[in-house]
């Protein structure tokens, strides 16, 4: 009875707190709007997420704010927002560790469970999960890979490996991220710098001088 007692309680643990492997190289995941009624508006996109296992730089775009960089220091869980506006390039500074702090009051109204079989994306072999907002009833599934963090990106940080398929919504609609690449690699130190022209400022200073400035 009691070996029973103790593979019950160990389980959880054994499935989420695993070994994972060290990943350095690019990640290119297309992005492709849902709704099939806003797909003329909205043009597939794609976003590249570079990584030398400690600093994370995501690169994207929005028809709204242009090209957009983040930088993530995984060690220190600080990021750097790179954009234009008003002719002028900003550096905005973000404490990880607030949005988290929020974020987690979310994820308790998220319920994960996992899929038998696995699916083949980028031609790698994926496992399944189904994810269920308690409040809502709403079910999606996401694919990850179990043998890599999900660090590296900024959804779905809680599940037990890198998304590799996932949908997030906007105001926009529900958007559908799908890994089409992923390369190992030895990055150059300088991709995840600041370059000098761009000013550091917090969000409210940002807001200040843009939003502000109108």
Do not use: C, W
């Amino acid at each position: 009875m009691r070996l029973k007692l103790l593979i019950i309680i160990l389980l959880p643990f054994i499935i989420y707190s695993q070994d994972y492997k060290s990943f350095q190289g690019k990640l290119v995941y297309s992005i492709q709007i849902q709704d099939t009624a806003l797909q003329k508006l909205f043009k597939p996109k794609t976003m590249t997420v570079y990584t030398n296992d400690t600093i994370v730089r995501i690169e994207n775009y929005s028809d709204q704010l242009g090209q957009q960089v983040v930088i993530k220091h995984l060690a220190y869980n600080k990021s750097i927002l790179l954009l234009e506006a008003k002719n002028n390039f900003y550096a905005i500074q973000t404490d990880l560790n607030i949005q988290d702090s929020s974020a987690s009051k979310l994820t308790n109204k998220v319920i994960y469970k996992r899929k038998l079989g696995k699916r083949k994306v980028a031609g790698l072999k994926a496992n399944r999960l189904q994810l269920t907002n308690s409040k809502t009833k709403h079910t999606m599934e996401i694919l990850y890979l179990k043998n890599y963090s999900p660090k590296y990106l900024d959804a779905y940080n809680d599940i037990p490996g890198l998304p590799v398929k996932y949908s997030i919504t906007t105001e926009d609609g529900t958007f559908l991220y799908t890994l089409i690449s992923m390369e190992n690699a030895t990055l150059n130190r300088d991709l995840f710098g600041v370059p000098s022209n761009y000013k550091r400022v917090s969000f409210s200073q940002f807001l200040k001088e843009v939003v502000g400035s109108n």
